[in-house]
């Protein structure tokens, strides 16, 4: 299975698993400076301690995002008349209210969209200007009509 990206947003992944490779170093440097720092090289060492559990949950958050990374594919943003990965989806939902949401990459780092692959995205995906579509976010089922699309 690949993971869709658009080449900024392969950037941002990059330098998210940069700072946090960085941020390994340092915890692991602080793990070996509470061992020299005592008599207790490790046992009832909460700085020890500490810093295992920090190393764990980086090298974790690490080797998740290095797994997306191996998998990811860099696209062009879409084209042509249908949602795809970069298109601005003007749609209604059931209140009739008008939103606007711009559909982005597997990995969202910015806020600044939501990822293909969110419910709301699954949903929108394909659409053609005033298709109405239905699917379930959560356990709720939501319809939205498709007003406009823009894409670059």
Known sequence: MN??????DLE??????????NKLKEAQKDKHLATTQSSETWHDNFGFEEGVRRINQLASNISELLEIKRKAAVISPAKGRKVGIGSIVIYKDESHRELNIKIGSYFIADGKAISYNSPLGKILMGAKSGEKRIGLIGTNKKEFIIIKIINN
């Open 3 to 8: 993971y869709y990206f658009l080449k900024k």
């Open 12 to 21: 941002k992944l990059n330098r998210i698993i940069s700072k946090l490779q």
